[in-house]
């Protein structure tokens, strides 16, 4: 059950919020706040929110000046920032400290949404101690507007390639970077192509989606990250992509599995550069190959942005199972993948000797996966 807090001066709009929730969502328990000053008494005693929407505008306090009380008091809750002023600098102040910004008018989608994100979220299971690290402003990235309004194209059931392509159109770079990706050795396509309309189709929406959120996320970390590792984690992201691809091609996946594991692979970068603005001096941490496997902080705020920005929870399990591989694992199945991800990680990081790669193999039993990891290493 999500404990909910609604934050605005104007009482029709709280009452009107908190009715679409509860029809939406009638599980939850809402709370509502109409002097903003006093939020923290419209909480009952050892309740923590899983969630605060605030209004921006309201006559005691603005709500960017809430969302850092907030963050302060209960760094685990998920901070919403609803508002009719889209200047850019209200929405560059707002996405600092908001994980979504809801423009208003806001639709009951809009609000479902982010409902389904904060079950997911809950449903990761992290600790309470993780939940509050990561819940701190400098661990994520809002997606920018213009991605928000692509990734909702992206999920009809019916869109149409030349509508996405209007779109990315105005993005130069991200058009560039897609047309680049088209005639690379990534796809492995012979004939050369200009159009952003079939360089769309070459990709794919799955993995177009995924390479404009991790080029949207390079460009918002680029004021944070030292220019040096911002190529370094960019470069690796795409190479570590290309090489799930064609592991897993290499193994037998099907073409949208092989999209799949290489849009995880590449995403992850997110999680490395969000670790660099928020340190300059972040490094990967090594592969341990003992019994104690553990899971990259990176993996974890990858897994953490992910799930807050709606993408599915199939493809966040995998993120996260890339570092805790099944070695007993047998045929093409999603556990296959995470290997997939493990030992092509392992192969990046420089780690690689005849002794590792024997401990590898020995705690492999399927005979074709000791086949492809002998192929591979």
């Not at 390079?218 to 911002?230: I, R």
């Not at 493809?315 to 093409?332: A, R, S, Y």
Request: aromatic share 10%.
């Amino acid at each position: 059950m999500l404990n909910i807090l609604f934050i605005d001066d104007d009482s029709f709009m709280l009452k009107a919020l908190q009715r679409t929730a509860r029809r939406l969502k009638p599980d939850c328990q809402f709370f509502l706040c109409e002097q903003a000053s006093f939020w923290q008494s419209a909480l009952p005693e050892g309740v923590v929110p899983d969630a605060v929407f605030c209004d921006f505008l309201m006559p005691q306090k603005n709500g960017d000046k809430i969302l850092e009380e907030i963050e302060s008091v209960y760094p685990s809750t998920v901070r919403i920032l609803l508002t009719g002023d889209t200047a850019e600098d209200v929405v560059s102040r707002a996405t600092e400290l908001a994980h979504f910004v809801l423009s208003k008018p806001f639709s009951e989608d809009d609000l479902n949404h982010v409902f389904n994100c904060l079950e997911r979220l809950n449903a990761l299971n992290f600790s309470p101690e993780l939940r509050e690290k990561l819940g701190r402003a400098q661990y994520f990235f809002a997606l920018p507007e213009s991605v928000s309004k692509l990734r909702s194209l992206f999920s009809q059931t019916d869109v149409d390639v030349s509508d996405v392509a209007e779109l990315i159109s105005h993005e130069t770079l991200i058009a560039a970077k897609l047309i680049q990706l088209a005639n690379s050795a990534f796809l492995g396509y012979a004939r050369h192509t200009a159009s952003l309309v079939e360089a769309i189709k070459r990709l794919g929406l799955r993995l177009t989606e995924a390479i404009i959120v991790a080029m949207s996320i390079e460009q918002l970390a680029s004021s944070k990250v030292p220019a040096a590792s911002h190529k370094r984690f960019s470069a690796w992201a795409f190479s570590y992509a290309n090489a799930c691809r064609q592991n897993s091609k290499w193994l037998g996946f099907n073409m949208e599995m092989q999209d799949f594991i290489s849009v995880a692979a590449l995403l992850t970068g997110v999680g490395h550069l969000t670790l660099a603005a928020e340190k300059a001096s972040y490094s990967p941490q090594p592969i341990n190959l003992d019994e104690g496997l553990r899971v990259d902080d990176a993996t974890l705020v990858t897994a953490y942005l992910l799930t807050l920005w709606g993408f599915s929870a199939e493809l966040c399990q995998l993120v996260l199972l890339q570092d805790k591989p099944d070695f007993t694992v047998t045929g093409l199945d999603i556990k296959t993948l995470c290997l997939v991800m493990f030992v092509v990680k392992f192969k990046l990081s420089g780690q690689l000797n005849t002794e590792n790669e024997q401990r590898l193999q020995a705690q492999i039993i399927d005979p074709s996966i000791k086949k492809w990891l002998t192929h591979t290493l």
